[in-house]
Structures are given as structure tokens and as C-alpha cells.
């Protein structure tokens, strides 16, 4: 016999402690915390007399080597630096979730990519907090005209759900203003964002649809939400930039299928959102080689290897304490290789105050930028400019030692496209780059000292 369900009702329970109360309560009569108690929705499930002992499972174990793979087809977005972040194409049936600041053009990248589906597939646009006459003048303006194109303004997400005939992509936009009438909570609040992501997850896996969802982020930059919101989704992309800049990055942090280290690039266009395949206009300046304190190093991101300039700035402090601080860097390995530059080269900080940029927005976190950063902080302290046709990465040591680091040979083919001259580089990544050595200049350092008097860094008296 089959179970019974009873009528969806609805608890109260507190995100501190996990106390549970039939209504709202401003303050939890358990932990003491105020506006903690949040609504999540209860089904009672009422099973027959009849059935003991163990539950009869559909699904059984299998052993590995007997399970089949499953093939995932992929289809082109028509933006070549969105399918790269997506690890190749669009996954059928999976659930991207497209988070950023407001007015940073999610809704027109996704605009675009949805007028290109919509070419050979049905896809629904559904617009939350836009009219329908909104969204046709942004196509309008981007040159998009499809007539399998369908846009819907509705909030219900039962309403949505019926609206469902025949589509293979949907666009949600946003998360945040959809609600289900199973919860009587306004649409945004924790537990709206929780359920309607589960639904249009079971929705995604049970019909084959691909849903693209919108969500806000909050003032620290992270989406706004529950955390389960990103546990549910196959994909979770971030855009990234300033409003008043024309360059984007999109940035994947979870990606079931790819890599989940690449970025794209794109330039904000008249017509747009526009791949950008050229960095060297994002993530080098002009003005490198002429002042002090830049350094080139090529970096490893997903598949791809770009080359990012490090600036580096030093004033003399006017406080007791010197202040270091740092964009697109970890600060801690800042305050790091600050250390060894002071003991195992004698390069002084203890009086300077020391600022830190990557070019162009972009996160260095891999270790390979240690000796970039480190070429970078001794040419601002020496006042001596480094090469323009130099580039440099390592990983630097506590002892001042220069580690080898992966993907070495990827790394010098990237500044031989750039048109780099030299690049200095661990002893121990000679190996795989003398393949190299007739087109680009290799210099192998074992120590950061090495570094400095090759590139003639020394520190003013």
C-alpha cells in the first residue's frame, strides 16, 4: 500500500540552536538569540499497520565495475568565454546558479544566451522583478529576436511550474523574488529561497529541463540565503567587476562538471556582453618596465594560463604600526614573503607601509606568484624597474628557497605567446622547459637571493 501524505503544515525553527516552535518568535525562548527563528516546512508521513520489518528499497547496491557511465551531452551558450567557465557547454538538466552584484549584467548575459538556445530549442524567460515589456526592450537593444523565446512574469512558483510545457532551458531571474504557497513567508526570506531551490531542483532532474537561476548576493559579497542554495546547484558561477568599468569576470566556484578554477573574461559593450580573449589589456599595464614595483607572472586558472601583472607600492609609514594591504593577494602571504625578503635578503620593511594589486580584478591564490611577488616588492623597495619582457613565478619558501610548481612548460609557452623574452623560473622545472630554451631565454634560480641580484633589485641604504 501506498504512504499516505497529510497536508503540508509548517514549524519555526531557530538556526542557532534548532529549536522548534509552531509560530514566529522574536527571540528564541532556548538560545536567547533574536530573529533566529526561521520557517521550514513539515509533511507528517503516515505509514500503513501492516508494513514491518525492513523498508523495501527500489534502488540496490551494485558493484562499481558493473556501473555504466553516463554520457552528458553539451550545448554551446553562443559566448565562447561563459562555455569555457561551464567546462566546455551548457550540462542538459543541470542548474546553474548566476550570482553578483545588482547591475553588473547577469540578466543580460543571460539575455544572450537564452536569444541563442532559443535558436533551436524552446527556452522560457521568466522575469521576477521585470516586466515583460522590460525584458523585450532589453532584447531590443541587444539585437535579439527569437520567436521561440517565451517570456512570463510571474512570481508563484506553482504558477511557474504549469508554465512548463515543452522547454528545455529556463531562465529564472530571481530566486530571491519567487515564492511557493506551501510557506506563508514573504519570498526572499531563508526559507522560501531553500524550498523553491528544491523544487526546481527536482523539477531540473525529473524532466531533463536546464534552469539557470539568478540569485542576489549580500553586502560581503556571498549569495544571498541559505548555504544549501549552493549545495543544490550543479554549477555556481560569480560576476565579478565595477559597474563603472566595461570589463567582467565570471568566476566558477563549484562545478560538478568541470573544472572549478576557470575564469572569463568579457567586455560590456553597446551590443552587450562580448568574450574578451586578449588579456593582455585587462592584466598588463602600458607603464610596466617604466616604474618600479611591477612584476609579470604567468598564472595557472582552470585550462587556461594568463599572465597578470603584480604592483606593488611602498611609502614611508607615518605610524608606529606599518600598514600592509593587499588586492587580489592573500594578505597573509603578503605578510609572509615580507618576512623573508627582511631576513634572507636584508630588504628592510619594518618602517614602510607596503600595498599589494593584481591587475584587472583577478584572485592569485596559487602558490606559483610567491617569486613574483617577492621581484615585485624588492623592485619598489630598490627603486629599480624589472624588465618588460621579463616574466617570473616560483614558489617561495620560509628558508628563501624556490620550490618547483605544476604546469611549468604550460606557463613559458603562455609567455612566449605573450612575447616575453625571459622568464626566470625554479631549478627544478628546467627539466620540462628546455623544450623552450630556442625560443625564450630560461634563467633557473634556487633562492630569492638569486632573484634580486640577477635583476640587480639591491636595497637602498
Request: glycine share 8%.
Amino acid at each position: 500500500m501506498p504512504t499516505k501524505t497529510k497536508t503540508p503544515t509548517t514549524q519555526y525553527v531557530c538556526s542557532e540552536c534548532g529549536y522548534t516552535a509552531p509560530k514566529w518568535l522574536g527571540k528564541c525562548p532556548d538560545c536567547g538569540n533574536f530573529n533566529t527563528m526561521q520557517e521550514e516546512l513539515v509533511r507528517t508521513v503516515e505509514q500503513t499497520p501492516t508494513r514491518t520489518g525492513v523498508s523495501q528499497m527500489k534502488a540496490k547496491a551494485q558493484p562499481i565495475s558493473k556501473i555504466g557511465y553516463e554520457k552528458f551531452d553539451r550545448v554551446k551558450s553562443g559566448i565562447e568565454e561563459f562555455d569555457t567557465v561551464l567546462g566546455g557547454g551548457i550540462v542538459r538538466g543541470s542548474l546553474v546558479l548566476l550570482g553578483g552584484d545588482p547591475g553588473i549584467g547577469k540578466s543580460t548575459l543571460l539575455t544572450q544566451v537564452s536569444a541563442h538556445l532559443a535558436k533551436t530549442c524552446k527556452v522560457l524567460y521568466v522575469s521576477a522583478e521585470e516586466s515583460c515589456s522590460q525584458v523585450k526592450m532589453r532584447c531590443e537593444r541587444l539585437g535579439l529576436h527569437s520567436d521561440d523565446l517565451y517570456l512570463l512574469n510571474e512570481t508563484c512558483l506553482e504558477d511557474i511550474e504549469t508554465e512548463l510545457v515543452d522547454n528545455q532551458f529556463v531562465i529564472i531571474d530571481s530566486v530571491q523574488a519567487i515564492y511557493t504557497e506551501t510557506l506563508s513567508s514573504s519570498a526572499g526570506s531563508v526559507g522560501q529561497v531553500r524550498e523553491c531551490a528544491s523544487k526546481l531542483m527536482r523539477i531540473a532532474k525529473s524532466r531533463n529541463i536546464t534552469f539557470f537561476i539568478i540569485g542576489h548576493v549580500t553586502k560581503e559579497g556571498s549569495l544571498a540565503g541559505p548555504k544549501v542554495l549552493e549545495h543544490i546547484m550543479d554549477t555556481v558561477l560569480y560576476f565579478e567587476g565595477q559597474p563603472e568599468d566595461n570589463f567582467r569576470l565570471l568566476r566558477a566556484v563549484k562545478n560538478r562538471f568541470g573544472s572549478a578554477q576557470e575564469v572569463g573574461v568579457f567586455e560590456m559593450t553597446d551590443e552587450g556582453i562580448q568574450s574578451v580573449t586578449d588579456y593582455s589589456a585587462l592584466f598588463l599595464s602600458d607603464t610596466r618596465g617604466i616604474s618600479a614595483g611591477s612584476a609579470v607572472t604567468p598564472s595557472e586558472s582552470g585550462n587556461r594560463c594568463m599572465s597578470v601583472e603584480i604592483q606593488t607600492l611602498i611609502t614611508k609609514t607615518a605610524y608606529g604600526m606599518p600598514r600592509r594591504m593587499s588586492l587580489g593577494v592573500d594578505y597573509n602571504k603578503l605578510v609572509v614573503l615580507i618576512a623573508v625578503l627582511e631576513k634572507r635578503c636584508g630588504i628592510p620593511f619594518f618602517n614602510a607601509d607596503v600595498y599589494v594589486n593584481a591587475m584587472g580584478g583577478i584572485k592569485l591564490s596559487e602558490p606559483s606568484v610567491d617569486l613574483a611577488i617577492c621581484s615585485a616588492l624588492a623592485s619598489a623597495s630598490s627603486d629599480v624597474p624589472i624588465d618588460k619582457y621579463t616574466a617570473i613565478f616560483g614558489e617561495v619558501g620560509l628558508t628563501g628557497e624556490i620550490r618547483p610548481v605544476s604546469y611549468a612548460d604550460k606557463r613559458v609557452n603562455e609567455c612566449i605567446k605573450t612575447g616575453f623574452k625571459r622568464v626566470i623560473l625554479p631549478t627544478k622545472n628546467m627539466k620540462t622547459c628546455k623544450k623552450y630554451e630556442d625560443k625564450i631565454e630560461l634563467v633557473p634560480i634556487q633562492y630569492v637571493g638569486q632573484m634580486v641580484q640577477i635583476l640587480g633589485l639591491k636595497p637602498r641604504n
